[in-house]
């Protein structure tokens, strides 16, 4: 009799306790669903968001958007191009201390100031190369033929006064392309976005073939994702080394104190600082709070491209939204994707 009543009982609808696995997938299902209801309904203007640990995809984002849909990266633009220029190191096309004279045959014109033909190719990765401010020129249908920025007058000694300088990415962009011997976009082609499977990207080349070095780059967020996990890989993809580990480390080490837009440390055209709990971390940053992230101790990845400036920044986003949610995620949290594939 007693055997028939727990076989009633169970027929009758009571729950089996779930397996701590069930438990688990639940409990990361729930999480997942509060993060995207969460930015649905309190940052709208978020076009994509990528989380993933090392190549495994935990959680994308891209509200009522396609994921393949390229966006424009701001100054996410800068990081890429200084990974270009570590391509291009490695294979000794450039040099960390060769100077302007040596770089841009028009430094050793007599018309420029004399303590600019001490600029390093360092110095202007590192935005340091003491040029005072001046206002971009705009040419029509060129982005940077000229190197009118060389003309600018020397403020400080080159490597020792952070100024966030937009004109000196271009001249780093005008710098690589003559080193690679012309071609910029081939080289971007081939040397870096082909091998990680990136085709749907966007970069603008100018009528005399020169690529904006401050901005321009189009990318979606997977792909924003990838070019993090390059760098969390320390510039291995796959079975191929695409950029050396020495450069990776020594671009994303802080060089200085940094300072404004992102109010940061600052390595080779890549922000350097702590989030909120002192975990290193190590970020490409453009206006409106395009974000790439990387988080070496915790091998997590974030990718995140915005249509405007998010409430109280993009850190506070990362500090207060993500970072809680992907804390919640069990070790083992299941993927739903692969950065790599």
């Known amino acids: 009799m007693a055997a ?39 940052y709208p203007s978020v076009r994509a ?65 004399p303590r600019a033909a001490d600029v390093t190719l360092r110095d202007l990765l590192t935005m340091s190369s003491g040029f005072a401010p001046h206002e971009m020129v705009v040419v029509p249908g060129v982005w940077n033929s000229s190197v009118w920025m060389i003309n600018r007058t020397v403020e400080y000694p080159p490597g020792t006064h952070f100024y966030y300088d937009d004109q000196g990415t271009n001249l780093i962009a005008i710098i690589l392309r003559r080193a690679v011997g012309g071609n910029i976009a ?41 070019i993090g996990l390059l760098y969390l890989q320390q510039g291995r993809w796959r079975e191929r080394q695409l950029v050396s580990e020495a450069y ?27 989030i909120r709990d002192g975990s290193p971390a190590y970020f490409a940053a453009g206006w409106q709070s395009q974000l790439i992230l990387n988080l070496p101790d915790r091998n997590l990845v974030m990718a995140l491209a915005s249509g405007s400036s998010l409430p109280g920044g993009a850190a506070k986003f990362i500090n207060e939204v993500v970072l809680p949610a992907e804390a919640a995620l069990p070790a083992g949290a299941a993927c739903v994707g692969r950065l790599d594939q």
């Open 4 to 42: 028939i009543g727990i076989s009633l009982f169970i027929a009758a609808g009571f729950p089996a306790r779930q397996s701590t696995a069930q438990q688990a997938t639940a409990s990361t299902a729930e999480t997942l669903a509060k993060l995207s209801a969460t930015i649905a309904g309190q």
């Open 49 to 113: 968001l990528v989380l993933a640990r090392g190549n495994c995809i935990l959680h994308e984002y891209y509200g009522n958007n396609s994921p393949d849909v390229p966006w424009p990266m701001h100054s996410v633009t800068k990081s890429v191009l200084s990974i270009l220029v570590g391509i291009a190191i490695d294979k000794g096309l450039l040099r960390l201390d060769q100077k302007l004279p040596e770089l841009v045959a028009e430094a050793r014109e007599g018309t420029i100031d």
């Open 186 to 226: 081939e080289f971007a082609k081939n040397e870096l976005f082909a091998p990680l499977q990136i085709d749907r990207y966007y970069w603008a080349v100018d009528r005399d073939g020169n690529l904006p070095g401050y901005s321009g780059l189009l990318l979606s967020g997977r792909d924003m994702a990838k």
């Open 248 to 274: 990776v480390l020594d671009s994303t080490h802080k060089h200085s104190d940094g300072g404004g837009p992102a109010n940061a440390g600052y390595g080779y055209l890549w922000w350097t600082m702590p």
